[in-house]
Structures are given as structure tokens and as C-alpha cells.
């Protein structure tokens, strides 16, 4: 995280929010990537981090995170204001 | 002060407990726990009465949950339980084990990872991953899974593991350094001249006496005893109905009276035989058996049993366990003779453990 980023609003899916019942479902972070996302939202609510990304380091399969409409990356680079959603994938039997 | 008896079932939606006094005849059933998620293996710590379930999830990855009291609250972790950066991520956890206040999770890809303070952070125990065999291990049908984990009672630093389709492993610093332990036992799958390698083997299932270096084997080719800890292994599959089956569960005094769950074979369904329930107990290390069926479905019963889905209780006369992946559990309180059905309808079960804890440990109620 440098100076120069900005917050982003970033939302979280129900079924993560059952995992970690003092997490909010929106909030604002201060961000520059999605992985720095992660970060901060592991340093909120520790042992977030890892149900979002695995150690390759990833995304995981089954996660999909949208920046601005558009499926991003760890490495995906995030604007000040940008709209972050992380989304569980159509999954399971 | 009363005996209170748990049955953990772990299932492919969650885990379940069941729960009884020391007659075993009637049982109140609990869950699903673990919001739902895909548990492999739930133990529970008769010191404590805390309930471990190692799993994962196709979202969220790898977790051992951790309930303190009894299953109504969970909470959940894998801080240290992944590999190094680079390395193909752990998709779950497989096999759980408990001794003095150890707690050892066994994970797929195949690894082992220890922790200290009761499954709050894990520690990887790396030797596995620098085993010189490593590179050839070719993963079984359900991935290349750590499935049976076996802590010494005695010795907390030997410690015994099946990974399919690596085969045994022992080692004896704790799980630094490791040795396969598979000799005697047969790779069918292999050329001729190769059926009995060094390592490479199909186990499925590991399980030892608490107070002996006897060891049992289900294989996915035949069934093995060791007294001299997996050094050596000799058949004793002669008796049973087929050599092919997955769990196995030692008597918790006697180290001779072992029960199994023999299928009708690999290719032919994976069945009970002829559609017969039966769990085959032997009093004698092996070398005689019989089919106990006494209240067992004896039509239809086209079920398997999964390799961790099969317990014996600790008391006296010892209970004994199994849950179907058609979601039914079977519980004997009379060491095999009689069955009676404890619980249907329920996910496809992974594995079957017992709890036995008195009052005092828990408090009263649940």
C-alpha cells in the first residue's frame, strides 16, 4: 500500500459473512490492489485472507472477485473510489 | 456422574454428533455443524471434550473447525496450514489425530502439520515434502491424500501414516524424517516383477493397537497385520469374504479382535457382498473370522463404507461404529453382536469417531 491509494468500496458475500459473524457485509478500505484488499480485510477479521486466497497465491478456484464489472486478479490494480465485489461461484453437490 | 457417549459423523454437508449414556440404546441426533461444509474427519478429545473436524471447502479451501462445547458453537481455522508460495495449495483436510495435547492434521496433497495450541496455527512437518520417493508418488483415486494418521501412545515422536497410493510411512523424530513401511504388501496394479515395491502402494486404511506395536492394514490389495510397526506386514485376508474393502478399527483393550467392512471387490461395485451387510470381526489376530449381521440389512444393501467410517468405543463391553455413504449409521453396543441403526437420511459419511466423556469434563447439558 503506498500513499497514493485511494479507498474502494468493497462488498462481501453472505457465505463469507457466516464464517466471520462480525464482519460487515460493505465497507471501505484503503487499497491499491485487490491483493492489498485481501490484506486488509485479513487484518479486520484474521483468517479472512486465507478463505479468499489460497498460498499459490490466488484467487481461489471457486471465488471470483469483480473490479468495475470485470473479473480481476490479486494483482489487479484498483482506482481510489473503485467498486470491489467478492462473489462465491455457482459450486457444490 | 454421568457417562455421556458422542458418535461424530463427518459427512460430505457438514458434521453431525449423536449423542447417548453409557446403554447406547437410544440417540439424539445434532447438525448438520460447520455451516455445511465437506468434513472428511471429526475426532474428539476425551480430556477436554473438545470436538476437532478437518475439511474443506470448495470456496473457501482448506479448515479445522474447533467446537468446545459438545457441537453448539464452532469456530474454524487454517492459520499454517499451507504450503510454501509456489507449491500446489492444500484442497483439504483428510485425517486428524490427537495425543497429549498434540493436535496432527494430515492434508491432500499429501502432508502433515502439528499444532500446539488445540488447532488455533498450525506447523508444517515438512519431512514428507523433501522425502527423496516424493516426486513418484502417484496419487489413488481420491487424490494423493494423508487418510490414516497414527500418534504412539506411548512415544509421541513415532508416528504412522497412509497416503494413497504412496503407501506406509513411519516416522520416528516426529515427523521430520520418514521411512516407507510396506514391506509384504502387494501392488496388484504393477508389472509381474514389480507387485511388492518398496513404496507405491494402495493402502487404505492404517489403524494400531494402543498398547502394542501391532499394526492392521486394509489394503486395496488385501489385508495385513504387523507386530513389529509396519517393518513387516503378513496377509490375513484368508477367511474374509473379499481382500478389498476401506476401514478397520481395532478393539480398544484387545489388540487381537479387529473389525472390518469388506466389499464385494474393486470392480464389481463396491458393494456389501451380495448385498448383505456384514461387519467381519476376527478374536485372533486375524486368523479366523466371522460375519456378525445381527440386525443388518441382509437385502439390498448396495452401501460402502468409506475409510475413516468405521470406530470402536471405549467402553466396556466396547460399542462399535459405522456409517454408510448411503448416510446411515449402524451402532453395536455388545462388541459386534447386535446392530441397531442410530441415524439415516444423512450426507454421505466420511468418517465415524467416538467421544466418551463423564460429566465433570463438560459440565452438564449440552
Not at chain 2, 488455533?120 to 494418521?149: C, K, M, V, Y
Not at chain 2, 513415532?158 to 506406509?168: L, R
Not at chain 2, 485372533?284 to 467410517?309: C, H, I, K, N
Request: charge should be negative; hydrophobic fraction near 40%.
Amino acid at each position: 500500500m503506498t500513499s497514493h491509494d485511494g479507498i474502494v468500496d468493497v462488498r462481501l458475500p453472505s457465505l463469507l459473512l457466516r464464517l466471520f459473524p462480525d464482519a460487515e457485509p460493505r465497507l471501505q478500505l484503503q487499497a491499491g490492489s485487490v491483493a492489498e484488499v485481501v490484506d486488509a480485510l485479513d487484518a479486520r477479521w484474521p483468517g479472512m485472507g486465507d478463505r479468499i486466497r489460497d498460498s499459490s497465491p490466488a484467487i481461489r478456484r471457486h471465488i471470483n472477485v469483480f473490479v468495475d464489472g470485470r473479473r480481476a486478479k490479486l494483482d489487479t490494480r484498483l482506482a481510489p473510489g473503485t467498486d470491489v465485489y467478492i462473489l462465491t461461484a455457482i459450486s457444490g453437490g | 456422574m454421568a457417562t455421556r457417549v458422542f458418535v461424530l459423523v463427518a459427512t460430505k454437508k457438514g458434521v453431525f454428533v449423536l449423542e447417548s449414556d453409557a446403554a447406547r440404546k437410544d440417540w439424539r441426533l445434532g447438525g448438520p455443524f460447520c455451516e455445511t461444509w465437506p468434513i472428511q474427519h471429526a475426532i474428539g478429545d476425551p480430556k477436554t471434550g473438545t470436538i476437532f473436524a478437518g475439511g474443506g471447502s470448495e470456496w473457501f479451501g482448506p479448515a479445522v473447525w474447533k467446537s468446545t462445547d459438545l457441537g453448539n458453537n464452532w469456530t474454524h481455522s487454517s492459520a499454517g496450514l499451507a504450503y510454501e508460495t509456489g507449491v500446489a495449495p492444500i484442497k483439504t483436510v483428510w485425517s486428524l489425530a490427537m495425543r497429549d495435547g498434540a493436535l496432527y492434521a494430515g492434508v491432500e496433497p499429501a502432508g502433515l502439520f502439528r499444532s500446539d495450541d488445540a488447532g488455533e496455527t498450525f506447523t508444517h512437518l515438512d519431512g514428507l515434502q523433501r522425502h527423496p520417493t516424493r516426486p513418484e508418488w502417484n496419487p489413488g483415486g481420491a487424490g494423493l491424500i494423508l487418510h490414516s494418521l497414527v500418534i504412539d501412545k506411548q512415544d509421541t515422536q513415532k508416528i504412522w501414516i497412509g497416503i494413497s497410493a504412496a503407501g506406509v510411512f513411519h516416522s520416528a523424530d516426529g515427523g521430520m524424517t520418514w521411512e516407507p513401511r510396506n514391506r509384504g504388501t502387494r501392488a496388484d496394479f504393477m508389472p509381474d516383477d514389480q507387485k511388492y515395491p518398496e513404496f507405491g502402494q494402495c493402502v487404505h486404511s492404517v489403524v494400531k493397537a494402543e498398547d502394542s506395536d501391532r499394526l492392521y492394514q486394509q489394503n486395496h490389495c488385501g489385508m495385513y497385520r504387523s507386530d513389529d510397526g509396519g517393518r513387516t506386514w503378513d496377509s490375513i485376508e484368508a477367511g474374509l469374504p473379499s481382500s478389498f474393502g476401506f476401514p478397520a478399527a481395532v478393539h480398544p483393550r484387545d489388540s487381537d479382535t479387529l473389525y472390518l467392512l469388506p466389499l464385494n471387490g474393486d470392480i464389481k461395485g463396491r458393494f456389501m457382498p451380495d448385498a448383505k451387510a456384514a461387519v467381519w470381526r476376527t478374536r485372533d489376530g486375524g486368523a479366523t473370522w466371522q460375519a456378525m449381521r445381527s440386525g443388518l440389512p441382509q437385502e439390498s444393501a448396495y452401501f460402502a463404507v468409506l475409510r475413516q467410517a468405521l470406530a470402536t468405543d471405549t467402553l466396556d463391553e466396547a460399542g462399535v461404529y459405522f456409517g454408510t455413504n448411503s448416510g446411515s449409521v449402524y451402532a453395536s453396543r455388545d462388541e459386534g453382536e447386535t446392530w441397531i441403526q442410530i441415524a439415516q437420511h444423512l450426507p454421505m459419511i466420511s468418517s465415524v469417531e467416538t467421544l466418551v466423556i463423564e460429566d465433570d469434563v463438560m459440565g452438564s447439558g449440552t
